[in-house]
């Protein structure tokens, strides 16, 4: 068995008494792709938080590759850990093309390096292609991110997360305002970076998650509430409970 990357143990969060997150264990693989769904309110985004180190748990640990606590760190040094987050709006420079978008994330590696004394390498240049290969993004090179599409924006973000080589990317609703072919095209891109990287995906939206065909967890008031395929999960009885507010 392999060790896990990220290992959640009894974690829970208080905000003025209300529990937003009640012991949550959860465990993610070296390379897995991971969906995380629930109803408002479940916990999802305090989960991504406390991974981040945006919010401290008041209880519970959150072990990084074996032995290292995120609990005890602050945001940036997590960051520099390798792991990445994309929020649900994409935030790219606007009035750069694609390239330059790609270009400016290789040169700030996790935000430690400055900009000023730094050149394109060739190692670089190859990485650029790889990332706009896998992003499908190689026609739109030259365009200005502010020209792109929505679906497109959301991809150019995550090439850019992976130009730092993240070992973990959590990523916040991806598809919502997506179109269906931009939805399946996510799905794809999702897949094709797991195993290099470890992907934790939060999403409301059944069809993509059921495109991803990945284990899912469903949380429920700050709990797991199940894990396992989509098709399993669905036909849990208390899973059909929660959605359907019962
Ligand atoms: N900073 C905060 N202060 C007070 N309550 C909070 C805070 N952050 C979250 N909560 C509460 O904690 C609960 C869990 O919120 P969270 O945003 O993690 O859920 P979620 O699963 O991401 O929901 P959604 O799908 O709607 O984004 C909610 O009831 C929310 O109101």
Redesign the pocket.
Known sequence: MTDPLLYLDGVS?S??G?K??NNLSLMIDPGELRAII????????????VITGK?RPDHGTVMFEGNTDLTKLKESTIANLGIGRKFQRPTVFEHHTVLDNLELALKNPRGVFSGLFYKVSEEDRKRIEELLDITKLSPKRDVVAGGLAHGEKQWLEIGMLLAQDPKLLLVD?PVAGMTDAETEQTAHLLRAISGKHSVIV?E?DMVFVRELGVKVTV?HE?SMLAEGSLDTVSANQQVIDVYLGR
């Open positions: 969060v905000f003025d209300f937003a997150l629930g109803p408002n309110g479940a916990g999802k985004t305090t989960m991504m938080d919010t609703e939060v409301h949380l700050g």
